[in-house]
């Protein structure tokens, strides 16, 4: 039985959690886990961004799904998030993120469910599509300045997004780099 859009998304949300989980569990950081989690984490935001969210707009005759625009500022702080030098700190900010991000996609009023009721005989080719993604090409970390602000500025947004705008940067360390 071929699974469904939601199956697939929901697995690879496990498996990243997993990923996050091997990351953290090492003394230190497990780095490999974490880079295996980063071009991970970058595949599926662009299965969504780049197929999910515009399909399910065509389906609703040019109109984004409801979620979609808090979607799209959680998955800028989370990209945000991964070009920096990891952190156990950097990584426990996606984990606060991902914590609300993920329960919007799952479950059977979730983005997931909702595209595939969008795509309705289409959704087999929909999840072709999310198959045949490539992985992404993931570039060198970079620690300057910008990046943390840039952080800052999207955790900020995201969380407006939500209605407060501060509910991201609350999960900041006094001594993060964000807040210096």
């Given at each position: ?101 993920n329960p919007l996609e799952e479950g059977a ?26 992985p992404v090409p993931v570039a060198a970390h ?39």
């Amino acid at each position: 039985m071929t699974p469904s859009i939601h199956d697939f998304l929901a697995a690879d949300h496990a498996r990243l959690d997993g990923l996050v989980a091997v990351a953290l569990a090492a003394d230190g950081l497990d780095l490999a886990a974490y880079e295996q989690f980063r071009a991970g984490l970058l595949r599926h935001i662009g299965m969504e961004e780049k197929i999910l969210l515009p399909a399910a707009k065509r389906a609703r005759g040019g109109t984004a799904l409801p979620a979609a625009r808090l979607l799209r500022h959680d998955h800028s702080a989370l990209a945000a998030l991964l070009v920096p030098t990891p952190t156990r700190a950097l990584l426990e900010r996606i984990r606060a993120v991902l914590a609300l991000h993920n329960p919007l996609e799952e479950g059977a009023d979730g983005v997931y469910a909702a595209c595939e009721r969008l795509a309705g005989p289409d959704a087999d080719a929909l999840l072709a599509q999310l198959r045949a993604t490539p992985p992404v090409p993931v570039a060198a970390h970079f620690d300057g300045p910008r990046a943390f602000e840039a952080i800052e500025r999207l955790l900020y947004a995201a969380g407006d997004a939500r209605g407060d705008g501060t509910l991201f940067l609350r999960t900041l360390p006094a001594h993060d780099p964000c807040r210096q």
